[in-house]
T-cell receptor
Framework: DAGVTQSPTHLIKTRGQHVTLRCSPI?????VSWYQQVLGQGPQFIFQ???????GRGNFPDRFSARQFPNYSSELNVNALLLGDSALYLC?????????????FGPGTRLTVT | RKEVEQDPGPFNVPEGATVAFNCTYS??????FFWYRQDCRKEPKLLMS???SGNEDGRFTAQLNRASQYISLLIRDSKLSDSATYLC???????????FGGGTRLMVKP
């Protein structure tokens, strides 16, 4: 079975530009979460979507937005990019919305803002 | 104070050694606990969930102490392939928000 997939794998953007990152969850998983991992730190939660609705949002500015599609894939959008947005963006999928469940991560998109 | 705290290491150990990592969390309402492993420039991979009764998977043993808000991971008979960063992870609510520690780096030497 295919795991979580993300595209693109790498991306270079200039300050002020906009970026869209994509994620396809494991087949049958209805929940998708997005995380940002800056070099040398653990991942930080950005958003969680379940059944196309936002169920959680981390401490990120409004420049960050996301959505989930009927096939449970998801997009993360970041506007007005800053140098500090350079990071590995990770998508994770899980089977249940709540309770003790496990999240599985995709390979990530490495974003560099110059 | 960070919600999940880990010693960043690195822990340098010889092959065959036993090594233990500790982690503390600040939110007493935390519900689920995990250890993830992350190799350099790769995504985190789930190593094991941590249950109140403690659990073991081969050479790996995880313990949870809710009273002290403390989680541990023990690796026995370390292999070169165990070299990685180990992330302590806590789920604080009924949703999908995982809170990660900064990770502990392990380097196993021949």
């Amino acid at each position: 079975d295919a795991g979580v997939t993300q595209s693109p794998t790498h991306l270079i953007k200039t300050r002020g530009q906009h970026v869209t990152l994509r994620c396809s969850p494991i087949s049958g998983h209805k929940s998708v979460s997005w995380y940002q991992q800056v070099l040398g730190q653990g991942p930080q939660f950005i958003f969680q979507y379940y059944e196309k609705e936002e169920r959680g949002r981390g401490n990120f500015p409004d420049r960050f937005s996301a959505r989930q599609f009927p096939n449970y894939s998801s997009e993360l959008n970041v506007n007005a990019l800053l140098l500090g947005d350079s990071a590995l963006y990770l998508c994770a999928s899980s089977l249940r919305r709540g309770g003790s469940y496990e999240q599985y991560f995709g390979p990530g998109t490495r974003l560099t803002v110059t | 104070r960070k919600e999940v705290e880990q010693d960043p290491g690195p822990f340098n150990v010889p092959e065959g050694a036993t090594v233990a990592f500790n982690c503390t969390y600040s939110n007493s309402a935390s519900q689920s606990f995990f250890w993830y492993r992350q190799d350099c420039r790769k995504e985190p991979k789930l190593l094991m969930s941590v249950y109140s009764s403690g659990n073991e998977d081969g050479r790996f043993t995880a313990q949870l102490n809710r009273a002290s808000q403390y989680i541990s991971l023990l690796i026995r008979d370390s292999k070169l392939s165990d070299s990685a960063t180990y992330l302590c992870v806590v789920n604080n609510n009924a949703g999908n928000m995982l809170t990660f520690g900064g990770g502990t780096r392990l380097m196993v030497k021949p």
